[in-house]
């Protein structure tokens, strides 16, 4: 934004500010890399909104401290409006930050410049891909680093379409562009991202034709949800564990709460093998 000065009649200097020229730019994003996608859990809002009085050690014998089915379904960003063409989004603010990030890393701007300088204007961004359920060793954030097991979404295709409102008379559209690129390489998404020592949530930026692009698009809301109502495993070591799981909850003989969710037993979710057969290239899941 250009200002300068100038001197009046009376010999006072004015300030002469020139208008901000807005641009905007929709890109399509292929990932290049799973993403892991982790939403702050149900029930961890609702603790904080109300707390639950302690329990006891009965209580707390009786209770399960995991239900990975339900945590799996609940770490997911759900689209509620039924007329999405997704049942999964990401926030917007995730693919800004990120873009922000990736000139931590690059000559020509700050990270603040950035934040003020370009914005993604859309309110949700609907993610394509078919979720999976996968299970890992994590440290918690305690004294003690205490280990836990995490249940979380794991997509190993995903793409998306995001808007981006920039100032134009500041930034080009050449350099919005290699920024989010960069962003796609050094920043990612997610869990486990590049930006967190990690290598998943990766993207590149792609044409609207691009036919890996136009693959990943049909796997939508009809995939998604057959998914999360019946997931499949992202690797053999989260079956393995889920199949023990399951088995002990039943020897334990416990109530799993995402079986009184769904007035049914729950069902083991299908292994990458057994997953392969039910599913077509397209990644949607065949009901047959």
Same mark, same amino acid.
């Given at each position: 934004m &250009?200002?300068s000065?100038k001197?009046t009649?009376?010999?006072?200097?004015? +300030?002469? %500010?020139a208008?901000?020229?807005?641009?905007?730019?929709k890109?399509?994003?292929?990932?290049t890399?799973?993403?892991?996608?982790? @939403?702050f859990a149900?029930k961890?809002w609702q603790e904080?909104?109300?707390? /639950? &009085?302690?329990?006891?050690?009965?209580?707390?014998a009786?209770?399960?401290?995991?239900?990975?089915?339900?945590e799996?379904?609940? *770490?997911?960003?759900?689209? @509620? #409006?039924?007329e @999405?063409?997704t $049942?999964?989004?990401?926030?917007?603010?995730?693919?800004s930050?990120a %873009?922000? $990030?990736a000139?931590?890393d690059l000559p =020509?701007?700050?990270?603040?410049?950035i934040?003020?300088?370009?914005?993604?204007?859309?309110?949700?961004?609907?993610?394509y891909?078919v979720p999976?359920?996968g299970?890992?060793?994590? !440290?918690?954030?305690d004294?003690? !680093?205490?280990p836990?097991?995490?249940?979380?979404?794991?997509?190993?295709?995903?793409a *998306?379409?995001?808007?981006?409102?920039?100032?134009?008379?500041?930034i080009?559209?050449?350099? %919005?562009?290699?920024l989010?690129?960069?962003?796609?390489? +050094?920043?990612?998404?997610?869990?486990?991202?590049p930006?967190? =020592?990690?290598?998943?949530?990766k993207?590149?930026?792609?044409?609207?034709?691009?036919?890996?692009?136009?693959?990943?698009?049909?796997?939508?809301?009809?995939?998604?949800? &057959?998914a999360?109502?019946?997931?499949?495993?992202y690797?053999?070591?989260?079956?393995e564990?889920?199949?023990?799981?399951?088995?002990?909850?039943? @020897?334990?003989?416990k109530?799993?709460?995402?079986?009184? #969710? #769904?007035?049914?037993?729950?069902?083991?979710p299908k292994?990458?093998?057994e /997953? #392969?057969?039910?599913?077509?290239?397209n990644?949607?899941?065949?009901?047959?």
């Amino acid at each position: 934004m &250009a200002k300068s000065t100038k001197k009046t009649g009376d010999g006072n200097e004015k +300030i002469e %500010i020139a208008q901000i020229g807005m641009g905007r730019m929709k890109f399509h994003l292929l990932g290049t890399s799973p993403m892991i996608m982790h @939403r702050f859990a149900a029930k961890a809002w609702q603790e904080l909104l109300l707390p /639950s &009085a302690k329990k006891n050690a009965a209580a707390k014998a009786e209770s399960l401290k995991h239900d990975p089915l339900q945590e799996f379904r609940e *770490c997911i960003y759900r689209n @509620r #409006d039924p007329e @999405r063409p997704t $049942a999964v989004h990401f926030p917007s603010g995730a693919f800004s930050k990120a %873009i922000a $990030a990736a000139a931590l890393d690059l000559p =020509g701007a700050s990270k603040a410049q950035i934040l003020r300088l370009v914005s993604v204007t859309s309110v949700q961004v609907d993610i394509y891909g078919v979720p999976t359920l996968g299970m890992d060793m994590v !440290r918690s954030s305690d004294m003690a !680093r205490t280990p836990d097991v995490r249940t979380r979404a794991y997509f190993a295709e995903w793409a *998306c379409a995001i808007d981006v409102e920039f100032v134009a008379s500041l930034i080009g559209e050449a350099q %919005i562009t290699n920024l989010l690129a960069a962003a796609g390489i +050094i920043t990612g998404l997610g869990d486990y991202r590049p930006q967190k =020592g990690g290598n998943f949530g990766k993207f590149k930026v792609v044409m609207r034709d691009d036919p890996e692009f136009l693959r990943v698009l049909k796997q939508d809301r009809r995939a998604q949800e &057959a998914a999360m109502a019946d997931p499949s495993f992202y690797n053999e070591e989260a079956a393995e564990l889920y199949g023990w799981f399951n088995d002990e909850v039943k @020897r334990r003989e416990k109530t799993l709460q995402s079986s009184l #969710d #769904d007035g049914k037993p729950a069902k083991q979710p299908k292994t990458p093998a057994e /997953s #392969d057969t039910k599913r077509g290239k397209n990644g949607q899941a065949s009901h047959a």
